[in-house]
């Protein structure tokens, strides 16, 4: 394959990408005993793309002949030089990859049966039922992808890559009288079976979401105002990704965000460090790493608040070209069928010094917030809303009652200004499931313990 992509880019006067792709998809799932998913699915195909006078034409094909390679390139050519010249030319900005590479799988999951699989989620959906006669419904769900790719271009990249992620959710529904609510626990991870359960291990997950239930069934309305906020860096992760990081992706910044008028400007509070990273040392199996981007160049950190001020954006090599900067790395597709796009990969603000417990303590009234809930959207304003998971009262410095029906909205750049504590901790944990943008991608995102002030609607 890697000798008909290479025929297919060499000697080009275009920059040409050749992209292979082969995809193995499993999805299980079980509810309330019962096996409700069992599919697995195999992909794989090839997507070209042409820069012909500063446009892309793309086209993608199953058929890896080297006659259809040859048509699918000229489809591509073809639908380049049907916009040429409608853009303005800029060189690329390239940092090509080169060789093989493949993300760490300590305990493959392919070295799990699939009998295993469907075992552990029968064994968590069971023993939820059974914790509480107040359960009434239960969810696990299981999904991996193993990703197989070959990207050669014409300005020398020549790389291979082995991709793996893998999710775990498990909902557990609980009753009392008129009032349902739920708990959850979701993992996600890049890698194998050791890696998706580094953070909770497999037997501790039904007693956490049923436990999460119990306690969100039994908790009282939720108060309604500005209040100072203690969050948990699950919920640091979804501003950081919702509501900063969409708007600094550099096509939507040319679309115009409303991060390309404060390049270089005050955002945030001097103790807040927002970067995305392709491989963060702190969790090297994370959802979102990214070892070659699928434009075949090399990602690298990208900075993009630096101790309080706007300092970059997320790049391809395009709009790296266009803003005459470092390529970042961040062009993602999700199958050969799709054209990369700018995308985040780990999004997470850089921890401070202070213990999370000494930040509540230091709270004499406000609310703790953790976990995105069933709602939530952001916009290019940066203005966001989101649904919370879990909510406490702070009560002289101590964690409380536990309350419900908390959204928390507001401007992302005024909130990160009102920060006063940052936490030494750091959790990338926000993993599981997809971020959507045209096409699904595997993100992650987190931070540390953060105090600020936000406006809260409750239902009291």
Known sequence: MRQLLLSVVSGRASAVQARYHHRHHLRLRVENGRVTRLSASEKEGVA??????????????????PGELKKTFEEASQAALCGAGLKPEFPLAT????????????????????EAKLALLRKTDERMRHLSPKIVSTVTGYEEIIDEKIIVTSYGSDVSYRDVKADFQALAFAADGAR?????????????????????????????????ALEKVAAQPAPAGVFTVVLHPSLVGILAHEAIGHTVEADFVLSGSIASKFLGQKIAAETITLVDDPLPQVDPAA????????????????????????????????????????????????????????RMRNTYILPGNLEPEEIIAETPSGLYLKGLGQSGQADANAEFMFGVDEA?????????????????????????????????????????????????????????????????????
């Open 287 to 342: 959802s979102g790493v990214v070892l070659v981007d699928d434009e075949g160049n090399h990602p690298i950190r990208a900075t993009i608040i630096e101790q309080g001020y706007l300092k970059g954006y997320l790049h391809n090599a395009e709009t790296a070209g266009i803003f005459k900067v470092a390529n970042t790395g961040n062009a993602r597709a999700f199958t050969y069928q799709d054209e990369p796009l700018i």
């Open 48 to 65: 070209i793309r042409v820069l012909q006078k500063g446009v892309w034409g793309f086209a993608s094909t199953c058929r890896l002949s």
């Open 95 to 114: 940092t090509p990859a080169r060789g093989h590479l493949a993300v760490r799988e300590r305990e493959p999951l392919s070295s799990i049966p699939l």
């Open 180 to 212: 349902l609510e739920y708990g959850r626990v979701s993992l996600g991870a890049t890698g194998g079976w050791s890696e998706l359960f580094r953070h909770t291990k497999e037997e501790a997950i039904p007693e956490l979401a049923v436990s999460s």
């Open 392 to 460: 406490w009262l702070i009560e002289k410095g101590k964690l409380t009652r536990r309350v419900t029906g908390v959204t928390i909205s507001g401007q992302a750049f005024a909130v990160l200004s009102s920060v006063d504590k940052v936490g030494c901790d750091l959790l990338l944990n926000s993993g599981a499931g997809y971020c959507g943008k045209h096409q699904p991608a595997k993100v992650d995102a987190g931070g540390p313990h953060l105090r600020c002030r936000l406006k809260v609607g409750g239902n009291r």
